[in-house]
T-cell receptor, first 112, second 114 residues
């Protein structure tokens, strides 16, 4: 079983749609959960950062963590064409020098 | 907005040559990292660095690799005797805190080994 799994997509939605992106993981030691956005051939850009379980909202983005199910989600409201990118989930156990374990990324396309 | 900067953006080298990739982390950050992403694959951890020492390293980070902070601003990754399979995007990252996961990445250096 892969440590972090993410549907590669592509996920195609119309502008204005609500987007749901998800990751599952197997390592119960993960405590810190991040979502990064990566445009083609660019570096990952930190979007959301959460610790342990619960929800966190920032503008159009909401991150949810359910540690009991080992499942995390990122919701994007009122999606825009500029949101078109690959979304990477990443996780850390918090005791290994910030060694992040990444998912493979979901490619999102928002069509005007 | 502060950012992590990396040079070169793209380097082409012959197999067996040595390359040095350079990074300038965010100025008030104390923890530095290298990750790599082979085309079409996941971003993978290589090494973390703090107080002029390696904190953690992955299995990928073998004797072929080394890191250094030669002065107060630069952070370098040296790859000796490059192999075809070293072709990848190499990302530098930095963070304020340790063991939090909140990393800020540079744009990457694309290494092509021929």
């Amino acid at each position: 079983q892969k440590e972090v799994e993410q549907d590669p997509g592509p996920l195609s939605v119309p502008e204005g749609a609500i987007v749901s992106l998800n990751c599952t993981y197997s390592n119960s030691a993960f405590q810190y959960f991040m979502w990064y956005r990566q445009y083609s051939r660019k570096g990952p850009e930190l979007l959301m950062y959460t610790y342990s379980s619960g929800n966190k909202e920032d503008g159009r983005f909401t991150a949810q963590v359910d540690k009991s199910s080992k499942y995390i989600s990122l919701f994007i409201r009122d999606s825009q064409p500029s949101d078109s990118a690959t979304y990477l989930c990443a996780m850390s156990a918090g005791n290994a020098g910030n060694m992040l374990t990444f998912g493979g990324g979901t490619r999102l396309m928002v069509k005007p | 907005e502060p950012e992590v900067t990396q040079t070169p953006s793209h380097q082409v080298t012959q197999m067996g040559q040595e390359v040095i990739l350079r990074c300038v982390p965010i100025s008030n950050h104390l923890y530095f990292y290298w990750y790599r992403q082979i085309l079409g694959q996941k971003v993978e951890f290589l090494v973390s660095f703090y107080n002029n020492e390696i904190s953690e390293k992955s299995e990928i980070f073998d004797d072929q690799f080394s890191v250094e902070r030669p002065d107060g601003s630069n952070f370098t990754l040296k790859i000796r005797s490059t192999k075809l399979e070293d072709s990848a995007m190499y990302f530098c990252a930095s963070s304020e805190g340790h063991n939090t996961g909140e990393l800020f990445f540079g744009e990457g250096s694309r290494l092509t080994v021929l």
